[in-house]
């Protein structure tokens, strides 16, 4: 009886064995499908955080890109003041410097200058050019008579009309600013007016500028100046404001007709002819 009881309790626990493995078995094989669901379960939530985390970075970019252009643009305006203060200071500086080459070897107010207050009888003839330079012409020549007949518009022939019907010989300077409303392509209308300026004058010292005139037909006023720098030559003590050249290193002396100054202009152009006219005088 004993020996039965112990052979059905060992029965016992090998069926309690055997079914506690039969159910790890089960487990281990259905751990994929477990898995599955799991992944199921998982699976919209995860997708959600994805979207989530791409917002953020969506909207950390456009805060990224609002800060990079405040930047760009902080250092922009900071840049373009750099550069605005630079350029003022350049344009000072070239203002002095263009001042300094227009008073060459003397002061540049007439009063100051010696040869300033010796006392002439200057004629002065031109076109509109010298309309716009004489009115400052006595602030830079306070001791010496000029007198001035200038009309807008004339040629050299005109202003050689002028000058005949202002020359006296108490004239010890002639200024004949002439040649800018010449045809280019006939410089020698100018160097016959120049001569005809020079028979009557004599010895007497004159003030002749150089041209500075757009092209006329392609044609620039480079022979027109050739035969001011000749007569020059051929003269002794004849006088050349190189007015061209002086706006060639200075355009912004001239209006957008690039033919006639701005105030400023004249002004530093009568600088150049007065001068002229002071190295007459003091050459006698």
Same mark, same amino acid.
Request: glycine share 10%; charged share 20%.
């Given at each position: 009886?004993?020996?039965?009881?112990?052979?059905?309790?060992?029965?016992?626990l090998?069926?309690?064995?055997?079914?506690?493995?039969?159910?790890?078995?089960?487990?281990?094989?259905?751990?994929?499908?477990?898995?599955?669901?799991?992944?199921?379960?998982?699976?919209?939530?995860?997708?959600?955080?994805?979207?989530?985390?791409?917002?953020a970075?969506?909207?950390?970019?456009s805060?990224g890109?609002?800060?990079?252009?405040?930047? $760009? *643009? !902080? #250092? %922009? /305006? @900071?840049? $373009? *003041? !750099? #550069? %605005? /203060? @630079?350029a $003022? *200071?350049?344009?000072? /500086?070239?203002?002095?410097?263009?001042?300094?080459?227009?008073?060459?070897d003397?002061?540049?107010?007439?009063?100051?200058?010696?040869?300033?207050?010796?006392?002439?009888?200057?004629l002065?003839?031109?076109?509109?050019?010298?309309?716009?330079?004489?009115?400052?012409?006595?602030?830079?020549?306070?001791?010496?008579?000029?007198?001035?007949s200038?009309?807008?518009?004339?040629?050299?022939?005109?202003?050689?009309?002028?000058?005949?019907?202002?020359?006296d010989p108490?004239?010890?300077?002639?200024?004949?600013?002439?040649?800018?409303?010449?045809?280019?392509?006939?410089?020698?209308?100018l160097?016959?007016?120049?001569?005809?300026?020079?028979?009557?004058?004599?010895?007497?010292?004159?003030?002749?500028?150089?041209?500075?005139?757009?092209?006329?037909?392609?044609?620039s006023?480079?022979?027109?100046?050739?035969?001011?720098?000749?007569?020059?030559?051929?003269?002794?003590?004849?006088?050349?404001?190189?007015?061209?050249?002086?706006?060639?290193s200075?355009?912004?002396?001239?209006?957008?007709d690039?033919?006639?100054?701005?105030?400023?202009?004249?002004?530093?152009?009568?600088?150049?002819?007065?001068?002229?006219?002071?190295?007459?005088?003091?050459?006698?």
């Open positions: 009886m004993t020996r039965r009881r112990t052979a059905l309790l060992a029965l016992a090998l069926s309690i064995s055997a079914a506690t493995f039969s159910g790890y078995l089960f487990r281990a094989t259905g751990a994929p499908e477990a898995r599955d669901a799991d992944s199921r379960q998982a699976g919209p939530s995860g997708a959600v955080s994805a979207e989530v985390d791409l917002g970075l969506t909207e950390q970019r805060r890109l609002d800060a990079g252009a405040g930047l $760009g *643009a !902080r #250092r %922009g /305006r @900071a840049r $373009g *003041a !750099r #550069r %605005g /203060r @630079a $003022g *200071a350049a344009a000072v /500086r070239k203002e002095a410097e263009a001042i300094a080459a227009v008073r060459g003397g002061p540049g107010h007439g009063e100051s200058d010696p040869r300033s207050t010796i006392p002439g009888n200057v002065v003839v031109g076109d509109s050019l010298e309309v716009s330079t004489s009115q400052y012409l006595q602030r830079y020549l306070p001791s010496v008579e000029l007198t001035v200038a009309e807008i518009g004339y040629s050299s022939p005109q202003i050689f009309g002028l000058f005949e019907q202002s020359y108490s004239h010890a300077v002639i200024v004949f600013d002439a040649g800018t409303n010449d045809d280019p392509a006939y410089p020698q209308l160097a016959s007016r120049l001569q005809a300026v020079a028979e009557p004058v004599g010895s007497r010292c004159m003030v002749v500028p150089t041209i500075h005139a757009p092209l006329v037909n392609g044609v006023p480079a022979g027109k100046n050739r035969v001011v720098r000749a007569f020059a030559a051929s003269r002794p003590g004849t006088q050349v404001p190189d007015w061209a050249g002086a706006v060639a200075h355009p912004e002396w001239m209006k957008p690039n033919l006639h100054p701005t105030p400023e202009g004249a002004n530093l152009r009568a600088r150049l002819i007065a001068r002229g006219i002071r190295s007459c005088l003091a050459f006698g």
